[in-house]
């Protein structure tokens, strides 16, 4: 479970996180939509601390970090909780596809070279690279190294994995295949909140969508709830927005 209560996060005077309150269930697969700016990217990156939050609290899994008082143990707790997949892949470019998911195994779960090899390449059987373990990332498509990122946060078995746009730098053509490893992975039981502009594919795989504006979340619900029967004037103005021009009446 994550729940998050009164995450405030400013940058100099600009307020990026205004307050955010959030409840995800055990399995869950959220999906957070809003406009560029909204605050989606820095919500994430202080679930994990990537970002120091200035306020708030935040349950994942068996870690809670106050940021009123914490220390660098509680830091490292809340860490282990999440796993993120970035929108650039972040893949180290001097290890292998399969190095890349059995170095933290190792550093960080104790695995032994053998243990680790093993759970990184049923992973990359899993997303569809199990004849690429041995190559480097710049060798592989953006498609690839993308499904690389996704076994890597797996591997950890992580609460929950947290992925930042994990499309929006590919290709188009190479868009759907990362998009289905992640339907697949959001059948089983994993919790996600996936920051996404792919709005078919978030009504889709979400159980739930957040829409966030300027630091907010301004509504959430079912993806039919927000897609097809929201009455908010700044939820109807931003999918407006989205829709391909093709299908607007204008
Ligand atoms: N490290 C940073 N330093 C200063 N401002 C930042 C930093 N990161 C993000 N911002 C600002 O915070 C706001 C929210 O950014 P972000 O969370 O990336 O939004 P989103 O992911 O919704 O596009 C933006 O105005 C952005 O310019
Ligand atoms: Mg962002």
Redesign the pocket.
Known sequence: MIQVKNLRKK??N?V??DGIDLDVNRGEVVAII????????????CLNFL?TPDEGIISIGKATLNVANYTQRDVHALRQQTAMVFQNYNLFKNKTALQNITESLILTKNMTKQQAEKVGRDLLESVGLAHKADSYPLTLSGGQQQRVGIARALAVDPHAILL??PTSALDPELVSEVLQVIKNISQQDTTMLI?THEMDFAREVADKIIF?AD?CIIEQGTPEELFDFTSNPRTKKFLRQTEPAELLNV
Do not use: I, N, Q
Not at 34 to 45: A, E, F, Q, V, Y
């Open positions: 940058f100099k600009l990026v996180l809003g406009p560029s700016g909204s605050g989606k990217s820095t919500l994430l990156r970002e930042d746009e920051v966030m630091g």
